[in-house]
């Protein structure tokens, strides 16, 4: 297993702010995986899963935690039976690889999600969605390693989850998903195409983001209620809320922890006096 130490977290975040791990595990396995559960215990540090990091943002300074990224775990294989495919997917495996995967086949159920930049284990982590989809759409059984160092596999109906959450954000390891997509007589391709052209428009995906800061509260958009408080291009320092969407952070050049955090408390404040409406974050903050 691959093991950096002193490395920059800016490199692990899409936002690109951060400060230093002290170390970065790459596990390969699922006996990597169990080692590291392990180590966690043993040293009382906080074990944190890292894939594409499109919702983690890390504090500036030194970090000393378990940090792991799933960047090896990337196998997969697809297995049909009738009308289905059954893609079995480890956690390290990116949306634009199954995006790939969905066109050539021209399968249905995966397309509203295909922009989202995510790995598989972040998103059934979180139950990343889009379009009116969501990830737990498509999910089958989960194989996960709990906070025992045991491999459980839990179909979907016995997991929790709900709007961007699910259990793992709580507990355990997500290590491989069994994805169940049907054959289609629809242009995926094109589905898929238009909805990247429709991303591209509405997101400021030419620069440095989290994608979307908060959850949309019930009855509600997060970015409407930040842009009726005027915080639409709203900035402290280097970091700021977007012009193109309110509800998507972007690091302007060489935005500062310490700004964003101020920024975010401003802004829920606001949020609270004016509507009276608790935001909840969608990003994950280590400190």
């Given amino acids: 297993m691959k093991i950096l130490e002193n490395i920059k977290l800016s490199n692990f975040s899409t936002i690109k702010i951060g400060?230093?791990?002290k170390k970065v595990y790459f596990p390969e396995n699922l006996e990597d995986i169990v080692y590291l559960i392990k180590l966690s215990q043993d040293t009382n540090k906080k074990?944190?899963?890292i894939g594409i990091g499109?919702?983690?943002?890390?504090?500036d300074g030194f970090l000393d935690y378990i940090f792991v990224s799933t960047k090896c775990l990337k196998d997969l294989n697809l297995r049909q039976s009738g009308e289905?495919?059954?893609?079995?997917?480890?956690?390290?495996?990116?949306?634009?690889?199954?995006?790939?995967?969905v066109k050539k086949y021209n399968l249905e159920g995966f397309e509203n999600l295909s922009g989202i930049p995510a790995s598989i284990g972040g998103a059934v982590a979180m139950n990343a969605g889009a379009y009116g989809s969501e990830i737990f759409d498509i999910v089958e059984e989960v194989y996960w390693i709990n906070n025992k160092a045991e491999l459980i596999v839990s179909k979907k109906e016995d997991i929790k989850y709900s709007y961007r959450y699910s259990q793992f954000q709580e507990e355990g390891f997500v290590y491989k998903v069994i994805l169940k997509l049907k054959k289609s007589n629809k242009d995926i391709s094109k589905i898929i195409k238009n909805h990247l052209i429709e991303r591209n428009k509405k997101q400021p995906l030419n620069l440095p983001t989290t994608g979307s800061t908060y959850k949309n509260p019930e009855g509600n958009f997060a970015g409407y209620l930040l842009e009726?408080?005027?915080?639409?291009?709203?900035?402290?320092?280097?970091?700021?809320f977007s012009e193109k969407h309110a509800n998507f952070l972007v690091n302007y050049k060489d935005a500062k922890f310490k700004d964003l955090k101020k920024l975010l408390e401003i802004a829920e404040e606001k949020v609270k006096?004016?509507?009276n409406i608790n935001l909840e974050r969608e990003v994950k903050i280590i400190e």
């Fill in 228 to 240: 009726k408080i005027g915080f639409k291009g709203k900035k402290i320092g280097d970091i700021g």
């Fill in 19 to 21: 400060g230093v791990a």
């Fill in 273 to 275: 006096k004016e509507f």
């Fill in 47 to 49: 074990l944190i899963p």
């Fill in 84 to 101: 289905y495919i059954y893609i079995n997917v480890q956690a390290g495996v990116s949306f634009k690889t199954l995006v790939n995967i």
């Fill in 54 to 59: 499109s919702n983690l943002i890390f504090k």
